[in-house]
């Protein structure tokens, strides 16, 4: 049994160690203990029921593999979410500087699932600032926020407005959000 | 005995389903009864097992518990919920209607 243990080890400590990750590992374990047991009851030897147990995993690597592609997706989705939050109540409050097109005012954040951003000099940067949010810097131009099949759009438009930047309506809204609180 | 593996594996859900209509059980369990009601010739392996469960599970189908083992890694059991119920008939009403009109279409 020891062999199977370290053979299912070596395989799952290649992914990631989420919950779900752990809990396959220990009802596969499980399930391989069970059958290991039936094989040497049924007199199989050592040998024989460990080669036996191994050949019946299957492809248990696609398996992680989808897994840890899942939990990305749900990582990207959050990601998706929050900055959406945070633009949006921006733009709410910077309104002359970013144009919400009509279907996006009233969006619930929970139906987003990805992120967008268009920009025409591919200049935008996604940072993270000293308090772990997330900032968006750019050069000032304007914004166009739309929401299509569950993903937000920032599309940077042609005209430029000196003297402002997506950061700054970023810091504008934390005040006003702040005040409401 | 010959056996079409992808006939089988695309009944996956129902026969686990049909498993747990009895009662709560584990996977290897299932895979035991599934090995003695084909007389040892096919069973699950533990990726599409699990895939199944999870797929399953998701769905709103089965939901799952550990048992309480006394030593070693637990075990996780499966139970059927009544909208799994509700499925297991439909997919035993659509099995029904499919075997008359596969054999129409091949014989």
Known sequence: MNRIRLYLDTIFMQYDSTKEAEDFHEEVLRNCRDRYQECLDSGMSDEEAQREVISHLGDIEDVLREMSDESARDSWKNLARTFAETVLTAARSVSDLVNIEENTQDFIYTEISDLKIHTKNSDIRLNKSENDDLRAVCDPERFTLSLREHCLEIRQSDTRIPHHTLSSFLHESRRSRNRIR | ?107
């Open chain 2, 1 to 107: 005995m010959a056996i079409a593996g992808d006939l089988l594996r695309g009944n996956t859900d129902t026969m686990i389903l049909r498993f747990l209509m009895e009662h709560d059980s584990y996977g290897y369990a299932i895979n035991r009864s599934i090995r003695a009601l084909t007389d040892q010739t096919y069973e699950l392996n533990e990726a599409t097992l699990y895939t199944a469960f999870k797929r399953l599970e998701k769905a709103g189908y089965i939901s799952s518990y550990w048992g309480e083992e006394g030593s070693g890694a637990r075990r996780r059991y499966y139970s059927i919920t009544e909208e799994g119920k509700k499925k297991y008939q439909d997919n035993l009403i659509q099995w029904d209607e499919t075997k008359i009109m596969i054999e129409r279409l091949i014989r």
